[in-house]
């Protein structure tokens, strides 16, 4: 990963054009050829950003007061342009395979209980496979539907706006896929919040509120008074 610290401007063409004026930010260069802009504010949200795939040229123009310019270019033809004027900052680490999210204790146990119990989304589910692989990251269930169509289901235990967000970049990449498209989304947890829901209907994703101890088997509902 490469971190630079720079006075840059930033102007980004293709489907929407945006500019950014000269100012101080961080550029975030990582090994899978990503490249990112971040202000000091925002959290982790970048200004903008290319993902890969794309090709990163870097030149620097003799007739100009910037000291570098960076143009990637991603498959459609958009075009990032960060004109460098001043590098305050340049390092680069190696971070190696990163041994991804664990699970806390009731989240992971929440995925083996629904992959075991497919019939919780509706008759006639069948699990293709746990952690279904995409390019940025494993989708925890892979389900066919009654009707034989593809479904990835994100299990959380608190479901919240990122889990959506993280989902609809998983389906992205799938349905990308002619051998799995059409797949649809599942957003199951034991609590959603609202805004989450909103969201997900917005994307076209089913949320579905999963109840831990009755999957344990440790609540029976016939046995209720209310």
Known sequence: MRLLVARCQVDYAGRLTAHLPLATR??????????SIH?????????????PPCTLSVSAPADSDFEQVWELRNKDADTLVISIAEVLHDSSHELGVDPGLVKDGVEAHLQVLLAEHPETFGAGWSLVQREYLTPIGPVDLLFRDDAGGYVAVEVKRRGEIDGVEQLTRYLALMNADPLLAPVRGVFAAQLIKPQAKTLAGTRGITCVSVDYDVLRGLDNAEDRLF
Not at 26 to 35: C, N
Not at 43 to 51: E, G
């Open 39 to 51: 202000a000091d504010d925002r959290a982790y949200k970048p200004l903008n950003w290319m993902n």
């Open 26 to 35: 961080l550029i975030l260069s990582k090994a899978d050829g990503s490249v």
